[in-house]
């Protein structure tokens, strides 16, 4: 099977930046569309980035100019690279990636999701 795995979340100052990335493993044969969500307690899912197999990339108007969407096809790794980071960015940000993998006895394309990681922008 094919696992996500988020990491680079933690606690920064308002300003400051943060990494995140996002190692898929498993039997893959290539990942097509990639996003980061975000969700606070409470609220809905939202989409934060996403980044098309082609290389388009669409951001939420409140991120726009601050994050970046980014790929390594060769580590099956995406990134989400945060800037002059807000208070209000504060929330469990989630990966989503759309893999063509082997599955028991196919070959399958399906959407995962990695468990999240907590971003704390706080002073």
């Known amino acids: 099977q094919v696992q996500l795995v988020e990491s680079g979340g933690g606690l920064v100052q308002p300003g400051g930046s943060l990494r995140l990335s996002c190692a898929a493993s498993?039997?893959?044969?290539?990942?097509?569309?990639m996003a980061w969500y975000r969700q606070v307690r409470g609220k809905e899912r939202e989409m934060v980035a996403e980044?098309?197999?082609?290389?388009?990339?669409n951001y939420l108007d409140s991120v726009k100019g601050r994050f970046t969407i980014s790929r390594d096809s060769a580590r099956n790794t995406g990134y989400l690279q945060m800037n002059n980071l807000k208070p209000e960015d504060t929330a469990v940000y989630y990966c989503?990636?759309?893999?063509?993998?082997?599955?028991?006895?196919?070959?399958?394309?399906?959407?995962?999701w990695g468990p999240g990681t907590q971003v704390t922008v706080s002073s």
């Open positions: 980044l098309s197999r082609g290389g388009s990339t």
């Open positions: 989503n990636a759309r893999v063509d993998y082997q599955d028991i006895d196919r070959r399958a394309t399906r959407d995962f």
């Open positions: 498993g039997s893959i044969f290539s990942i097509g569309f």
